[in-house]
Each structure stands twice: as structure tokens, then as C-alpha cells.
């Protein structure tokens, strides 16, 4: 582990994500140590890449995970985000192995920790060490999630025993934060988070379990821990008593959507393969043009949704908890798709290299280790189905649709603070957003073929929602058989659809003024049209240069080597002529 950061922040994070870009080098350069080749090799041999953890040491990464007033370079989820995205354009794994599940782990702490509590996290974290969470067993949950901690109350203090098997970055871990049940009766008030400093515990009470081998992110180091009557210091336990599922529940919406949106950029590898494998030919054929742009607008209708939650963290805390469950229930989803839909394209026309074929397998098996499987499902569904009866009676056509900031990328934000973010309540402001922009478009003049299919689609999402409304008006709130019904989880899933199209239309009409590719309604349309088709809508079929122009947009960005996404950032991956 580094003693220090060895140089200066760049204070600015595009500033910071593009250094650490460029520095990680063209991915695609066989003779890059930091490249694809390099990735693919060290994830067969089941570690991460040591050259790849080096310069992100060399970075100060670990800052990143810090909020600012703790000394760290954590000022906005979305900055992280990017900062990410270089991280997890080449590696799944190298971004949880190294880091990303340190601030999983750390912030519940940064919420509610006590001074020295933060204090010791923020530090192991700023000079690149690790921590590992435990997280409480799951109903639904894979065999990763299993296993539960108990420490019961004793004259002396608190003794700790369970174990739990598979932990990221257990043998390595400065710090462990663990979800322990504190109390023997079933309930919200069952579990604890206490903080275990492994240099506290006395000899033979804390046992790290041998590494246990895994299908996805191979190259983490996942092994366990078993606890034996360990006694613990006074002062581990993290905020209140029995809180441990509320701060799990709050926490969770900065985990849930900082993984989301920074998967886009694994995905934005894929498709730039799957372009590089239809060129390979000559011009891209109309089926794979088709597929290719499609894919585009999807990625860029993601990040819309994935930036605005992130930005929602910070301007409305108490309101952000909804869309992040959405969020997460609904890209992984997208992103699955669009992979089986790339494989198409790279394994067409007798092309084939070997990296990007590589890099999609590799995608494909890190997934669900990355949460965004089964269980991460069932735990949205969990936060959002409660809450749709409620919306039903309260919000949906009545709520004041949100502030512009929400959508507008460039302007700045405040300082996230993890401890007002709330579990309950706020409304559903992505659902507001279609509201409004639904009115807006039904009375614009313009009578043009992306004006018309724009209204026509707007339309259609708003008498979804209202439908949804009418179907969750009949459930009543608390009614635990309706909110466990296949029903009530197909209302969720189409919920999540109409939260996707809010945050799009949002994030178009904020830049619709703008001298970027955001303003051109091309991509809205594309995107909106596949959205439809989650729900079953039946649109007709979009401007005929509709394809072409998201295409057109696609392949100057690939020619330039820039990203795939809302900021259209340059990649050091090298462009073609």
C-alpha cells in the first residue's frame, strides 16, 4: 500500500478522468502493459493487472472515494462517475478490486460514523488502502450473499461471531464494515453496522477464510471471514443501534448508481469493438448500421438517466431513492441487450480479433458479480413496488415537474453529503419531467417528422403512466399480497421504463439549444422507439434518416475516438481515418 499520493490533484474532474485516460494508454495496442492484451491475460491467471493497480496508486485513486471535507477529492456522485469510466472502459474488476467497493464499504461510515470513525476510513482510503463490506443476508440473493454476522451485548462489551465466504478484498482489507444482526427478532431494527479494524481484534477471534474462485471478475480477490466469539472495542459500532438497514437503504442509492452509470462505459468498448468489426469490410451493411446506432442511442439515453440520478443525489437527497432503484433495475437490463445485440455484429462476416472478443466474454460473465444480476433486481423491486400505490394517490400528475440543474450537465452542483440521503418520500421527479415535457410538446408548433413523432411518443408514455396509475390506485398501500404479485412487479417494471423516458426527455430538452450532437432529436427518437417497444407500444416507424443521422454521429465519434456517452469526451484509444 502507497505511503502518500506522489503527485498534485488536478482540481478539475474532466481534467482528471482525461489524464487518467490517456495515461492508461490505447487499450487496443497489443504492446500497450496496460491494454486489453495485458487485461485479458492477467484475468486468465485470476488476478488483476499489477501494472494497472500501480498507476492508479501512482493517481491517489483512493482520494477519490473521499468526500472533500474529509480531505479527499469526492465532491459530486457524477464527478466520481467519470472519473470511473477510464476504470471501467478496460475492467469490471479492476475497478471493484481496486477501489470502488472501498467506498461501498465506507459509506456508511461518511454518513453516520462517528469523527474518529471517518476520520480513520477517510485515511485508509486517501493513501490507497482497502475496506470490504459484509452485507446482511438476502432472501434472494446467490450463495455470494449469504451468510450472516451476530454480535450479542455481553457485561464486557460485544462479542462477534458467523462468517460470511465470499467478500471482495477481504485479505487485504484495512478496515471491514459489516451489517450485523444486533438483534434476534425479525424487522427493520434487526441489524447494526459496526466497523472492525483488523490491527484491534485480539489473536484468534478474526480468521480470513481461504479465496474462493469465481466465474465473473475473476481478478478480485474474494475470500471470507469467520468470527469466533471476537471480542470488539467499544466504540465499532456506526451511528444508532439497529440502523443498519436504513443506512444500507440510504447508502445504497450512491452504490447502485455509481456502478450503473459507470457500466456504460463498459458497454461504450463493446460497441466501439462491434464498429470496428463491421468496418472491417468496407461500409457498415444496413442491418449492422441498424444495430450499431441503435445501440448508440441507447447508451446515450442510459447515461442520461444514470447522470441525472447522479445529480439527483445532490440537489434533491430526499427525493433520489426512487430513480436510483430504477436506475438500476432497468440499465443492467438495457445493457444485457445491447450486448446480445453487438454479438451479432462482431461475430458477423467471418471478422474476429481476439481482444474484443475477449472483452465482451469477459463483460458478459462480470455482470452479475457486479450485483447487476438476479439479486440486484430483486432489491430494486423491493424499494420501488412499496412506493407505487403511494405515487399512485399523491404524485403522478400532480407534482411540479423538477428544477432544469437537474438535466443540465454543465452547471455546477453542491457538495454531495451522503448522511441527508433519504429512504422514503419526495415524490418521483422523472416522472414529473415526462410530465411536463409530454404538455410541451403537445402544444409546439413545429410540424416537422421529429416534431410529430416526439409528440405521438410523448403521448403514448404519458397514457402509460396514467395507466400505471389507475392499476396502482387499486392496490392499497401496505397490502403485502398485492405488492408480492407478478402484477405488481410488472407495474414496477414499467414504471422504471417511464422514469428512463423522463430523464431522456429532460436531458434533451436541457441541451435542445446546445451546439452538441444532444440537441439534434434524432438520438431522442431512436431511443424513445426502443423504450416503447419494453412497454409494447406501437409507434410508427421513425424519420427515415433518423438511423443514418445517430450512425453518421457514431462513426465520426469512433473515427476521433471519442466516447460513446453525454460527454463526448476523447479516449486515448486512437481513431481512424
Known sequence: MPATVVRAAEPDVSRRAER????????????????????????????????????????????????????????????????????????????????ITSLFAAAPVFAAGSPRQ???????????????????????????????????????????DGRKDVVINAERAGAVVAYVRTDPAPGSQSHSVFLVEP????????????????????????AGY??????????????????????????????????????IASADTVLRAAVRAALAGGNLG??????????????????????????????????????AA???????????????????????GGYSRETDQGMLTKLLRDLPAAGLGHAGTAACQAVVIPQLPLLARSSWGREEEPSAAL????????????????????????????????????????????????????????ADLHEVRDSCRLIEPGDRAALVSPAAAALADRHAVLSAVGAALGMWESHRHADTFLADPAWLVLALHRHGRRLGLRF????????????????ARFRAGRSFDLHDVALAEAGTT
Open 226 to 263: 469467520e468470527f469466533d466469539a471476537c471480542e470488539l472495542p467499544a466504540d465499532v459500532l456506526v451511528g444508532e443501534s439497529g440502523a443498519g438497514v436504513r443506512l444500507s437503504l440510504r447508502t445504497f442509492q450512491l452504490n447502485r448508481t455509481l456502478i450503473t452509470g459507470a457500466m
Open 199 to 222: 490491527d484491534r481484534i485480539a489473536p484468534g477471534g478474526m480468521r480470513v477464510l481461504p479465496r474462493r474462485s469465481t466465474t465473473g471478475m475473476r481478478g478480485c480477490r474474494f
Open 326 to 348: 430504477d436506475l438500476k433495475y432497468l440499465v443492467p437490463e438495457l445493457l444485457r441487450d445491447d450486448l446480445e445485440e453487438l454479438a451479432t455484429v462482431l461475430g458477423a
Open 407 to 462: 438535466f443540465s450537465t454543465g452547471s455546477p452542483l453542491p457538495h454531495l453529503d451522503i448522511g441527508s440521503l433519504q429512504v422514503a418520500g419526495g415524490g418521483d421527479p422523472l416522472a414529473a419531467a415526462l410530465t411536463a415535457a409530454a404538455a410541451r410538446l403537445a402544444g409546439s408548433a413545429g410540424r416537422g417528422p421529429y416534431d410529430d413523432a416526439l409528440r405521438t411518443m410523448a403521448a403514448a408514455f404519458l
Open 20 to 99: 487518467l485516460e490517456f495515461r492508461f494508454g490505447d487499450p487496443c495496442d497489443p504492446a500497450n502493459p496496460l491494454g486489453f492484451r495485458a487485461l485479458l491475460a492477467a484475468d486468465g491467471e485470476r488476478e488483476l493487472l499489477p501494472a494497472a493497480e500501480d498507476l492508479l496508486d501512482q493517481e491517489g485513486f483512493g482520494a477519490e472515494l473521499v468526500p472533500a471535507g474529509l480531505g479527499g477529492r469526492l465532491g459530486d456522485a457524477g464527478g466520481l462517475m467519470r472519473m470511473l469510466r477510464p476504470v471501467f472502459r478496460r475492467d469490471v474488476a479492476l475497478a471493484f478490486g481496486y477501489g
Open 286 to 323: 444496413r442491418r449492422q448500421r441498424g444495430v450499431v446506432a441503435g445501440v448508440f442511442a441507447d447508451l446515450l439515453a442510459c447515461d442520461s438517466m444514470a447522470t441525472t440520478v447522479l445529480r439527483a443525489l445532490s440537489l434533491l437527497p430526499g427525493a433520489a431513492h426512487l430513480a
Open 118 to 160: 471517518r476520520e480513520t476510513v477517510a485515511g485508509l482510503l486517501a493513501s490507497g488502502g482497502r475496506a470490504a463490506i459484509v452485507h446482511r443476508s438476502l432472501a434472494h440473493g446467490t450463495a455470494m450473499l449469504r451468510g450472516e454476522l451476530t454480535a450479542m451485548e455481553y457485561p464486557g462489551g460485544r462479542l462477534l
Open 540 to 555: 410508427p416507424a421513425p424519420p427515415p434518416d433518423c438511423v443514418d443521422r445517430v450512425a453518421g454521429e457514431l462513426l
